[in-house]
């Protein structure tokens, strides 16, 4: 109990932090803002300021507890007290005379006389802290490191509403605020907003009818067909891949293709479908290759899940490559599964939170014991031999290959050897053969040439006649070799390659790693030891043996129950994804310059409950949440809840939320019925192949059209599918947990013009068409199709007076109707309802 | 009926806030262009709080921080203190570049910029800048947003938000070739201020700005009017799907979109053109194949035309002055990119006389150390307490230095600008009072400067 006193004070300190900046700017701080900072800004701060070296008398007026506590001499500024206060009889010229070189005039003194006597008004305290090192002493505790609680599920006043512990705490604090929480969805909005959140595309209209027409609740029926069907992991994997800044290519300045990343992308889908525990599926990621494996396709399944360590963007361009992997590997590590900016601490302590560079070090000396294959240098091997070095093989014994290809290789090195001379001899015997050997080479040796050319050869020197016959050797030799080495070539060319994975291995030897000073390689500080965050306490310790990486041990640190980040981190970011915003909205940063929790019981709640009760089944957690009255309200507005909460931090509402570019580009090709609900072979990148963006690349491939689900687009970093880019899609350089929402003319410009658009709406006009003869049938069909839902008798009014008018202006008859029809789709794909789920 | 009282009140107080609400966004009112355009846009220009001196502004980011030693702030100790050691292994380091007093100001430029020597009369150096934090992305988005730690609007955004603009058919905010990192869309997003006052993109800092083609600018299918007919309809379902939550602003800025989008495709390639400049032109902004002042040149010849054609806030972005190490090569590098282009930029404006009434703003997120961890003494690091930024055009004085750092150039000692200050100054000359200039979001009145901001009115012509 105790505890959790604690844990709640600690909560509520980090809220007040966060609201700090809420407060109003009064008429005192304006005052000081006017009228005090300014003369202390210009006349003081240059001896008495936190940036001084050596502030004199050891006064810093440049922070409020700076003057009040004042200097050697006592505190400046005693609020209401002008006699204790000494800055006045300072700038009074009593005793001290400040500043020095001329008195204040009269005017700014009766400032400061009154700004004093009216109690120092003082906000500076919001001010950042300015770019010295921070005292974490001082600092009070991160709420995101302590224990998860398991707090009491609140007790509520309307019981009929909560239908479980999550409503619950949602509707105890909507109840404490004087607010209602909205009414529940309509039918119709609450299957389109679970089918998108659940496996990112829209019901059809079987879905659709069988779902609003049942008398009986289906609503757990439908979860349970979406939780359990393929396009879940689509949709969840590629929340995951935004997370782990997934792509195809180097990005950076050299923008090398990587061929193998999608091994892992298909992994993260296949994980989410198959409800791998997450502790597992954070496991496997960190250090797959190190678990023991049951059978040859999980020990595959275990080492393409690594490639989370080597799918990051690489500079490929010079600087410190190697140190910047390991940088690459301990933020994305830190920053997925803790939602900690660890990577600051990489040339100095951080500057909010508790981690040490020491802690950065610990943590990268793990990741510095490993090999990262990735693919290399700029210049991609074709040899299997070279391949070996920079990409790692699935098969488990490549042995037989390279002795089947050193064998080859050998072959056909032994033929060029009897070639290259050969090619030699014929070369100089070339130059003595006379003007018109051609004819006479066939009869020297055959007798078959024509009796003319005999006659010929027996003109010629003796010299010349030898110099033809041993021409005529050398050539059928090397004509022999050449065949044997075709056919060996053809047998190289036929050996199968192994297949090829990003993903890491450890190292024969392992090593602590010195504090680079300040990032910079090669100026050792102190070694620390391998280890984790110090500022994350757990019951079990987990010692790094020597000539260990470590990386087992950090994963068996992260997915302890008990670790603080992980379990909050993963259950906040599943409800963003289904309520549009975390409980802490800076899904990413859980450090102090993060958000703090809009409900820290619910989080820990529901984070405790992942561990203990769902076993870090995701999907048990998803299930939970989108089976709560609180997911299934409406998100209709009114006067109450908007005038209080406008920004929806309480949930009174369901919030409304736009589609991300996938989800956006998959609905326009369900509607169409283009979209191939197969998962394809590969990526796109094989088929270009190895190389370099804008050097040396084909980008034919990339150009046909791709009728897959958008997770399966190419994502070239430097490079990326025009739809996706023009939608938000994250930097994939970079982990990223939230995607920004921009509404920007290009958009528009897209949704009207692009081909991609206007082939989908011509598509969709077909199967409209097709469904019936009557205009009202078919406007219906269409609204079900693109909207999941019956058009009002407006629309279907407006619709049919819309067509009547465009056929008029459209003088070719025999596309017309097509015309007008794939005109009325288009413009249901462009409207704003198509992108927003209700 | 309640719904409809609080829809209304909304509604009103938008209005007499003085930034009209979205003009197709009342059902059934507007159903056609002609009806549509006689209601206010939120885009539509606004009378100032008092008179500007700027009616428009241009940003010349300098990505990275460039070195206020190797520019605009000389450093006579600090060359001579060359090598000297300073905190831990660092050591100083000596500024690379000769120094001169230029044009009548005799303001001091080093040669490292010998352009816009040669416009220093029109700058107004500030040489006391200082900010919050010494990091790349915070920095930057607090440089574009005045904040790091929370989504806020962006400067662009709140100008478009209190000025409006003046072209309806172009963007009232451009941002060319900016970063996808650094804080991305962020620098020119809207945040909470509704999504149309957010900036349009062009290119990228990937993307060379004349390999910028505005995709989808054309329909292949329909014409003009066929097309028109169609945005009426796609306008009308917006407007249907606005009333079932009015106060989202967000389907406004569809609607709003849409209709920019739609005058765009007509506009936005007539000023993207470069090929009616004349040569003379061209080559005063360093514009040529193959010159490494040909990307900025063109960025900044953009700006000019965009600025002439009503745009009322564009961003040119230059790739990154970040050397930690390769100082020399690097900044010699960067300004061979930069100097020539924004020297035109402010030599055209002038000649076209825009440049009264043009505020540019030049400079980076930070600027960096008088010291070094290179051995070889070429390299400096990031300092956000003391740096260089210029002012030029509308309401500043001409030919001034205003503020110093300390003898070597660690710190802002005299004529302190916190970057706080400096945005409240930009809104000052563009007619806005920074204090004034409010949204109320989530039950606050939020400003560009948050709780703080002190217009410098040295600078103040």
Same mark, same amino acid.
């Given at each position: 109990?105790?505890?959790?006193?604690?844990?709640?004070?600690?909560?509520?300190?980090?809220?007040?932090?966060?609201?700090?900046?809420?407060?109003?700017?009064?008429?005192?701080?304006?005052?000081?803002?006017?009228?005090?900072?300014?003369?202390?800004?210009? !006349?003081?701060?240059?001896?008495?300021?936190?940036?001084?070296?050596?502030?004199?008398?050891?006064?810093?007026?440049?922070?409020?507890? #700076?003057?009040?506590?004042?200097?050697?001499?006592?505190?400046?500024?005693?609020?209401?007290?002008?006699?204790?206060?000494?800055?006045?009889?300072?700038?009074?010229?009593?005793?001290?005379?400040?500043?020095?070189?001329?008195?204040?005039?009269?005017?700014?003194?009766?400032?400061?006389?009154?700004?004093?006597?009216?109690?120092?008004?003082?906000?500076?305290?919001?001010?950042?802290?300015?770019?010295?090192?921070?005292?974490?002493?001082?600092?009070?505790?991160?709420?995101?490191?302590?224990?998860?609680?398991?707090?009491?599920?609140?007790?509520?006043?309307?019981?009929?509403?909560?239908?479980?512990?999550?409503?619950?705490?949602?509707?105890?604090?909507?109840?404490?605020?004087?607010?209602?929480?909205?009414?529940?969805?309509?039918?119709?909005?609450?299957?389109?907003?679970?089918?998108?959140?659940? %496996?990112?595309?829209?019901?059809?209209?079987?879905?659709?009818?069988?779902?609003?027409?049942?008398?009986?609740?289906? !609503?757990?029926?439908?979860?349970?067909?979406?939780?359990?069907?393929?396009?879940?992991?689509?949709?969840?994997?590629?929340?995951?891949?935004?997370?782990?800044?997934?792509?195809?290519?180097?990005?950076?300045?050299?923008?090398?293709?990587? @061929?193998?990343?999608?091994?892992?992308?298909?992994?993260?889908?296949?994980?989410?479908?198959?409800?791998?525990?997450?502790?597992?599926?954070?496991?496997?990621?960190?250090?797959?290759?190190?678990?023991?494996?049951?059978?040859?396709?999980?020990?595959?399944?275990?080492? %393409?899940?690594? #490639?989370?360590?080597?799918?990051?963007?690489?500079?490929?361009?010079?600087?410190?490559?190697?140190?910047?992997?390991?940088?690459?590997?301990?933020?994305?590590?830190?920053?997925?599964?803790?939602?900690?900016?660890?990577?600051?601490?990489?040339?100095?302590?951080?500057?909010?939170?508790?981690?040490?560079?020491?802690? !950065?070090?610990?943590?990268?000396?793990?990741?510095?014991?490993?090999?990262?294959?990735?693919?290399?240098?700029?210049?991609?091997?074709?040899?299997?031999?070279?391949?070996?070095?920079?990409?790692?093989?699935?098969?488990?014994?490549?042995?037989?290959?390279?002795?089947?290809?050193?064998?080859?290789?050998?072959?056909?090195?032994?033929?060029?050897?009897?070639?290259?001379?050969?090619?030699?001899?014929?070369?100089?015997?070339?130059?003595?053969?006379?003007?018109?050997?051609?004819?006479?080479?066939?009869?020297?040796?055959?007798?078959?040439?024509?009796?003319?050319?005999?006659?010929?050869?027996?003109?010629?020197?003796?010299?010349?006649?030898?110099?033809?016959?041993?021409?005529?050797?050398?050539?059928?030799?090397?004509?022999?070799?050449?065949?044997?080495?075709?056919?060996?070539?053809?047998?190289?060319?036929?050996?199968?390659?192994?297949?090829?994975?990003?993903?890491?291995?450890?190292?024969?030897?392992?090593?602590?790693?010195?504090?680079?000073?300040?990032?910079?390689?090669?100026?050792?500080?102190?070694?620390?030891?391998?280890?984790?965050?110090?500022?994350?306490?757990?019951?079990?310790?987990?010692?790094?043996?020597?000539?260990?990486?470590?990386?087992?041990?950090?994963?068996?640190?992260?997915?302890?129950?008990?670790?603080?980040?992980?379990?909050?981190?993963?259950?906040?970011?599943?409800?963003?994804?289904?309520? #549009? $915003?975390?409980?802490?909205?800076?899904?990413?940063?859980?450090?102090?310059?993060?958000?703090?929790?809009?409900?820290?019981?619910?989080?820990?709640?529901?984070?405790?409950?992942?561990?203990?009760?769902?076993?870090?089944?995701?999907?048990?957690?998803?299930?939970?949440?989108?089976?709560?009255?609180? !997911?299934?309200?409406?998100?209709?507005?009114?006067?109450?809840?908007?005038?209080?909460?406008?920004?929806?931090?309480? @949930?009174?509402?369901?919030?409304?939320?736009?589609?991300?570019?996938?989800?956006?580009?998959?609905?326009?090709?369900?509607?169409?019925?283009?979209?191939?609900?197969?998962?394809?072979?590969?990526?796109?990148?094989?088929?270009?192949?190895?190389?370099?963006?804008?050097?040396?690349?084909?980008?034919?491939?990339?150009?046909?059209?791709?009728?897959?689900?958008?997770?399966?687009?190419?994502?070239?970093? #430097?490079?990326?599918?025009?739809?996706?880019?023009?939608?938000?899609?994250?930097?994939?350089?970079?982990?990223?947990?939230?995607?920004?929402?921009?509404?920007?003319?290009?958009?528009?410009?897209?949704?009207?013009?692009?081909?991609?658009?206007?082939?989908?709406?011509?598509?969709?006009?077909? $199967?409209?068409?097709?469904?019936?003869?009557?205009?009202?049938?078919?406007?219906?069909?269409?609204?079900?199709?693109?909207?999941? $839902?019956?058009?009002?008798?407006?629309?279907?009014?407006?619709?049919?007076?819309?067509?009547?008018?465009?056929?008029?202006?459209?003088?070719?008859?025999?596309?017309?109707?097509?015309?007008?029809?794939?005109?009325?789709?288009?413009?249901?794909?462009?409207?704003?309802?198509?992108?927003?789920?209700? | 009926?309640?719904?409809?009282?609080?829809?209304?009140?909304?509604?009103?107080?938008?209005?007499?806030?003085?930034?009209?609400?979205?003009?197709?966004?009342?059902?059934?009112?507007?159903?056609?262009?002609?009806?549509?355009?006689?209601?206010?846009?939120?885009?539509?220009?606004?009378?100032?709080?008092?008179? +500007?001196?700027?009616?428009?502004?241009?940003?010349?980011? *300098?990505?990275?921080?460039?070195?206020?030693?190797?520019?605009?702030?000389?450093?006579?100790?600090?060359?001579?203190?060359?090598?000297?050691?300073?905190?831990?292994?660092?050591?100083?380091?000596?500024?690379?570049?000769?120094? =001169?007093?230029?044009?009548?100001?005799?303001?001091?430029?080093?040669?490292?910029?010998?352009?816009?020597?040669?416009?220093?009369?029109?700058?107004?150096?500030?040489?006391?800048?200082?900010?919050?934090?010494?990091?790349?992305?915070?920095?930057?988005?607090?440089?574009?947003?005045?904040?790091?730690?929370?989504?806020?609007?962006?400067?662009?955004?709140?100008?478009?938000?209190?000025?409006?603009?003046?072209?309806?058919?172009?963007?009232?905010?451009?941002?060319?070739?900016?970063?996808?990192?650094?804080?991305?869309?962020?620098?020119?997003?809207?945040?909470?201020?509704?999504?149309?006052?957010?900036?349009?993109?062009?290119?990228?800092?990937?993307?060379?700005?004349?390999?910028?083609?505005?995709?989808?600018?054309?329909?292949?299918?329909?014409?003009?009017?066929?097309?028109?007919?169609?945005?009426?309809?796609?306008?009308?379902?917006?407007?249907?799907?606005?009333?079932?939550?009015?106060?989202?602003?967000?389907?406004?800025?569809?609607?709003?979109?849409?209709?920019?989008?739609?005058?765009?495709?007509? +506009? *936005?390639?007539?000023?993207?053109?470069?090929? =009616?400049?004349?040569?003379?032109?061209?080559?005063?902004?360093?514009?040529?194949?193959?010159?490494?002042?040909?990307?900025?040149?063109?960025?900044?010849?953009?700006?000019?035309?965009?600025?002439?054609?009503?745009?009322?806030?564009?961003?040119?972005?230059?790739?990154?002055?970040?050397?930690?190490?390769?100082?020399?090569?690097?900044?010699?590098?960067?300004?061979?990119?930069?100097?020539?282009?924004?020297?035109?930029?402010?030599?055209?404006?002038?000649?076209?006389?825009?440049?009264?009434?043009?505020?540019?703003?030049?400079?980076?997120?930070?600027?960096?150390?008088?010291?070094?961890?290179?051995?070889?003494?070429?390299?400096?690091?990031?300092?956000?307490?003391?740096?260089?930024?210029?002012?030029?055009?509308?309401?500043? =004085?001409?030919?001034?230095?205003?503020?110093?750092?300390?003898?070597?150039?660690?710190?802002?000692?005299?004529?302190?600008?916190?970057?706080?200050?400096?945005?409240?100054?930009?809104?000052?000359?563009?007619?806005?009072?920074?204090?004034?200039?409010?949204?109320?979001?989530?039950?606050?009145?939020?400003?560009?400067?948050?709780?703080?901001?002190?217009?410098?009115?040295?600078?103040?012509?």
């Amino acid at each position: 109990m105790l505890n959790l006193q604690k844990h709640l004070r600690t909560l509520s300190f980090a809220i007040a932090v966060a609201g700090l900046t809420l407060v109003n700017a009064d008429d005192d701080v304006e005052f000081f803002e006017n009228n005090i900072r300014p003369v202390l800004v210009d !006349y003081c701060y240059k001896c008495h300021s936190s940036d001084s070296d050596e502030p004199a008398g050891g006064l810093q007026l440049d922070t409020k507890i #700076g003057i009040r506590t004042g200097g050697e001499t006592g505190p400046a500024v005693v609020p209401m007290d002008l006699q204790e206060s000494l800055l006045l009889s300072a700038i009074e010229y009593r005793d001290l005379e400040m500043p020095p070189d001329e008195k204040l005039d009269d005017e700014i003194i009766a400032d400061f006389r009154q700004w004093i006597k009216k109690g120092a008004s003082d906000p500076r305290d919001d001010d950042m802290p300015h770019d010295t090192e921070s005292d974490p002493v001082a600092a009070p505790p991160l709420w995101s490191v302590q224990p998860v609680q398991n707090p009491q599920v609140p007790v509520v006043e309307n019981h009929s509403w909560p239908v479980s512990g999550l409503d619950q705490f949602i509707l105890a604090r909507l109840e404490s605020s004087g607010l209602t929480p909205a009414v529940p969805a309509t039918k119709e909005i609450l299957l389109r907003r679970l089918s998108f959140d659940l %496996i990112g595309l829209p019901p059809s209209v079987d879905e659709f009818q069988s779902f609003t027409s049942s008398a009986d609740d289906t !609503y757990p029926a439908q979860v349970e067909r979406l939780l359990d069907s393929p396009q879940f992991g689509e949709r969840w994997g590629r929340h995951w891949l935004d997370v782990v800044r997934y792509g195809e290519s180097t990005g950076s300045s050299r923008d090398v293709l990587m @061929l193998y990343s999608w091994r892992y992308r298909d992994y993260v889908i296949d994980a989410y479908n198959s409800d791998m525990p997450y502790d597992q599926f954070v496991q496997q990621q960190i250090a797959g290759d190190l678990l023991s494996s049951a059978d040859d396709e999980s020990r595959r399944r275990n080492l %393409i899940a690594t #490639g989370l360590l080597a799918i990051g963007s690489k500079s490929l361009n010079g600087g410190n490559l190697e140190l910047d992997i390991v940088d690459d590997q301990v933020d994305v590590i830190s920053k997925a599964f803790m939602g900690f900016t660890v990577a600051c601490a990489r040339c100095h302590d951080h500057k909010f939170d508790p981690i040490p560079t020491a802690d !950065y070090y610990a943590m990268a000396g793990i990741f510095r014991n490993v090999d990262t294959f990735y693919g290399g240098s700029t210049r991609r091997p074709t040899t299997l031999k070279d391949q070996l070095k920079v990409y790692l093989p699935l098969t488990e014994d490549v042995t037989e290959l390279t002795s089947q290809v050193d064998q080859l290789n050998k072959q056909s090195a032994a033929i060029q050897k009897k070639i290259t001379p050969l090619d030699k001899r014929s070369k100089s015997l070339k130059k003595q053969l006379p003007d018109n050997w051609k004819p006479l080479l066939a009869s020297i040796d055959t007798d078959e040439g024509a009796k003319s050319n005999v006659e010929a050869v027996e003109t010629l020197s003796a010299k010349a006649q030898k110099a033809l016959r041993q021409y005529g050797d050398v050539q059928k030799q090397l004509s022999v070799l050449k065949k044997e080495l075709s056919v060996v070539q053809a047998q190289q060319a036929d050996v199968p390659r192994p297949e090829f994975a990003f993903a890491v291995q450890d190292r024969k030897k392992s090593q602590d790693w010195p504090i680079q000073v300040r990032g910079e390689k090669g100026k050792n500080g102190d070694t620390p030891p391998r280890g984790f965050l110090s500022c994350v306490e757990l019951s079990d310790e987990f010692p790094i043996p020597v000539e260990q990486s470590g990386r087992m041990q950090l994963a068996q640190w992260m997915t302890h129950p008990n670790h603080p980040l992980t379990s909050r981190v993963v259950v906040n970011r599943v409800w963003q994804h289904l309520f #549009g $915003r975390g409980l802490v909205e800076s899904v990413n940063n859980f450090g102090r310059s993060g958000s703090a929790p809009t409900h820290p019981l619910l989080l820990d709640w529901m984070a405790h409950r992942f561990v203990h009760q769902h076993k870090w089944s995701v999907k048990s957690l998803i299930r939970e949440i989108v089976l709560s009255r609180t !997911y299934q309200m409406s998100s209709a507005n009114n006067e109450e809840g908007w005038g209080q909460d406008p920004s929806n931090q309480l @949930l009174w509402r369901a919030n409304r939320r736009r589609l991300e570019a996938e989800a956006l580009r998959d609905a326009m090709l369900a509607a169409s019925g283009q979209l191939k609900s197969e998962r394809p072979a590969g990526s796109l990148v094989q088929q270009v192949g190895e190389g370099e963006v804008g050097r040396n690349i084909d980008a034919q491939p990339l150009g046909q059209p791709f009728p897959h689900r958008s997770v399966y687009l190419p994502i070239i970093r #430097g490079m990326l599918p025009e739809m996706l880019k023009i939608f938000d899609f994250p930097e994939p350089s970079n982990p990223s947990g939230q995607r920004t929402v921009t509404n920007v003319p290009t958009q528009s410009l897209f949704l009207m013009n692009s081909e991609f658009v206007q082939q989908q709406a011509g598509a969709i006009a077909a $199967r409209v068409m097709e469904s019936s003869s009557d205009n009202g049938d078919r406007i219906r069909f269409a609204w079900l199709m693109c909207l999941g $839902r019956e058009p009002a008798s407006g629309e279907i009014e407006e619709t049919t007076q819309f067509l009547d008018r465009l056929s008029i202006s459209i003088s070719d008859d025999s596309t017309r109707n097509v015309q007008v029809w794939q005109t009325v789709c288009q413009s249901l794909l462009a409207s704003a309802e198509f992108r927003f789920i209700d | 009926m309640n719904k409809q009282h609080f829809l209304t009140s909304r509604r009103s107080a938008l209005k007499s806030a003085g930034c009209g609400f979205g003009y197709l966004a009342f059902a059934g009112l507007a159903q056609s262009e002609a009806a549509a355009s006689k209601a206010v846009s939120p885009l539509a220009p606004k009378p100032p709080h008092f008179p +500007a001196r700027a009616k428009r502004l241009i940003f010349l980011h *300098m990505r990275g921080g460039p070195s206020a030693m190797e520019t605009f702030e000389p450093k006579p100790e600090l060359d001579r203190r060359s090598g000297e050691k300073t905190r831990g292994n660092r050591w100083l380091t000596p500024s690379h570049w000769a120094w =001169k007093r230029r044009g009548e100001s005799g303001l001091w430029v080093s040669d490292l910029f010998l352009h816009q020597a040669e416009v220093a009369d029109e700058l107004c150096v500030l040489s006391g800048m200082h900010t919050d934090i010494s990091n790349h992305t915070p920095a930057m988005l607090q440089l574009h947003t005045g904040s790091f730690q929370f989504t806020r609007p962006s400067l662009g955004s709140w100008v478009l938000y209190g000025l409006g603009t003046e072209n309806s058919d172009l963007p009232g905010f451009v941002s060319l070739c900016p970063p996808a990192i650094n804080g991305g869309a962020n620098n020119y997003g809207s945040a909470f201020l509704p999504a149309v006052y957010q900036g349009v993109s062009v290119a990228d800092i990937k993307t060379p700005i004349k390999d910028a083609r505005i995709r989808n600018l054309e329909n292949t299918r329909l014409n003009s009017d066929e097309q028109r007919q169609q945005l009426d309809l796609v306008q009308s379902m917006n407007r249907r799907f606005a009333e079932r939550d009015p106060e989202d602003t967000r389907v406004d800025g569809v609607i709003e979109s849409y209709e920019r989008a739609f005058r765009m495709q007509s +506009a *936005m390639p007539k000023v993207m053109d470069l090929s =009616k400049e004349s040569r003379s032109t061209l080559d005063m902004y360093g514009i040529g194949d193959g010159r490494p002042s040909d990307n900025f040149g063109r960025q900044c010849l953009l700006a000019r035309r965009m600025i002439e054609s009503g745009v009322r806030h564009v961003e040119c972005c230059d790739e990154f002055w970040d050397q930690h190490r390769a100082l020399k090569k690097g900044h010699e590098d960067r300004a061979a990119a930069v100097d020539q282009g924004t020297a035109a930029l402010i030599r055209d404006l002038r000649q076209r006389g825009l440049l009264d009434e043009t505020l540019v703003v030049w400079g980076g997120e930070f600027g960096r150390t008088p010291d070094t961890s290179k051995k070889d003494l070429d390299g400096r690091d990031h300092n956000a307490n003391g740096y260089t930024m210029w002012l030029a055009g509308g309401g500043v =004085k001409r030919g001034l230095q205003h503020g110093a750092t300390d003898e070597l150039g660690f710190k802002a000692v005299d004529g302190r600008v916190h970057l706080h200050d400096l945005h409240a100054t930009i809104l000052h000359l563009m007619g806005l009072d920074h204090l004034g200039l409010t949204y109320r979001y989530a039950g606050r009145d939020f400003r560009l400067t948050d709780v703080h901001g002190r217009v410098v009115d040295e600078v103040l012509a």
